[in-house]
């Protein structure tokens, strides 16, 4: 196999299930991989605000001219996306190399799509020069692949309500099982406001948001505030929204807990905050109408969305483009957001997880209901007045689609 596609498209037919936790399987490739990082990992968990948080890590360590390996999941457009050196995403022929060296190690062990992903991912920052490595968990924390390395810091950015068929149906069980990443011994960063009990009682050296490490926010800039001290004058990250500086601080946090091995000017914090990018998280496109897109999909990243578009500028409509996967709890992301659209247009999702229109509709009023989220947004803004707003959310897949779409129709846009 030589094609990226190719090797896809195999890594996806290597297990029965699309998800099976556990470490045993990739425990077992790995040692037959035989590679060592031997460098600084830092292990991003949590419901929410996980891929924010390892934006701005990426972009201050690049800022102070670290080579950072970063790892994330899902993508948006491209596979390649997942795996970052240097800021840069890995290019076909690095990603295809790594996938055969995990193919020759795995020999009969199944592994599922992510499970391949992340050894691939692992092999590739072995490989590759670089100074640290930032890891974003893909579900839960104690039996997800990434978890499979030891952390020398790790992150839990918040702890609500998702993936209940495999993390349990509270937030206790839920902390608890995200609070797997942590290690004995190391800095633990937890940057939601009300922990519970399960991830407060997993270990004694918590570094708790508001206890330990925190923020003032002041007109313009703010202060950070943590064990290594003050860090004043901050510019606001360039991620939008509230959330964003609570992401900000566990970053902030997580970097100085790790200060002595990866040491950081001031002005290298300020400049990976001001340059931070990443696509889909309360992402507001230049042009009119406004369009923002957010992949949204759980009900705690949908209040801090619908507060977001509180917060923000006037509208007379704001019209949904919604598109949801049906293992995900449809009915309270969609009343969370209902007092802050006028007009919905609801999306069929594909797969066997993807839910039907008719599926979301049941739960909103004034919809249309279309086949595809590209559908669903097309007829959005021929619908849409300049002066309105079109927010898209729901999935990564729904908002994928939608910037593909976007791309492949900028000479007909507004």
């Known amino acids: 196999m030589k094609k990226l596609q190719d090797w896809l498209q195999f890594i996806e037919s290597q297990h029965p299930k699309s998800i099976a936790l556990g470490l045993d399987r990739v425990s077992q490739v790995f040692a037959n991989l035989g590679i060592s990082l031997g460098l600084p990992v830092i292990t991003v968990g949590g419901t929410n605000g996980k891929g924010s948080t390892c934006a701005m890590l990426e972009s201050i360590l690049g800022a102070a001219g670290y080579r950072t390996g970063l790892y994330t999941s899902p993508h948006l457009l491209r596979y390649n996306e997942r795996v970052r050196i240097a800021g840069r995403e890995a290019d076909d022929a690095v990603l295809c190399e790594a996938f055969a060296a995990v193919e020759s190690a795995r020999k009969d062990t199944p592994l599922t799509y992510f499970e ?25 924390g104690r039996l997800d692949a990434v978890n499979l390395l030891d952390a020398d810091c790790a992150v839990l950015t918040s702890v609500g309500i998702d993936h209940v068929d495999y993390l349990g149906p509270d937030r206790e069980s839920i902390g608890r099982e995200k609070a797997g990443i942590f290690r004995p011994g ?86 990976g905050l001001a340059e931070v990018e990443l696509p889909g998280r309360f992402q507001v496109l230049p042009g009119r109408p406004q369009v923002i897109l957010d992949v949204a999909h759980n009900v705690q990243a949908a209040k801090t969305l619908a507060r977001n578009l509180g917060a923000s500028a006037f509208a007379p409509q704001t019209i949904a483009v919604c598109g949801m996967l049906r293992d995900k709890d449809i009915a309270g992301v969609l009343r969370e957001l209902a007092p802050r659209i006028t007009r919905w247009h609801l999306a069929s999702l594909p797969g066997p997880r993807g839910a039907s229109a008719d599926e979301l509709a049941a739960h909103v009023k004034s919809f249309k209901l279309h086949a595809s989220p590209a559908a669903a947004f097309a007829a959005a803004r021929v619908e849409a007045s300049e002066d309105d707003k079109i927010v898209v959310f729901g999935s990564f897949l729904t908002v994928g689609e939608v910037i593909s779409w976007l791309n492949h129709n900028k000479t007909s846009m507004r």
């Open 116 to 140: 391949f992903g992340t050894l691939a991912a692992f092999w590739t920052f072995a490989s590759t020069r670089i100074d640290a490595a930032v890891l974003e968990v893909g579900l839960g």
């Open 186 to 271: 190391r800095p633990a960063v937890v940057a939601d406001p009300d922990p519970p009990f399960s991830v407060l009682n997993s270990q004694k050296d918590l570094l708790l948001i508001n206890r330990d490490f925190g923020y003032v926010a002041e007109t313009g800039q703010w202060t950070y505030w943590g064990p290594a001290g003050k860090r004043p004058g901050l510019a606001h990250p360039a991620l939008r929204g509230e959330i964003q500086l609570r992401n900000a601080c566990a970053a902030i946090c997580a970097l100085d807990s790790l200060r002595e091995r990866l040491p950081l000017a001031a002005q290298e914090v300020r400049r």
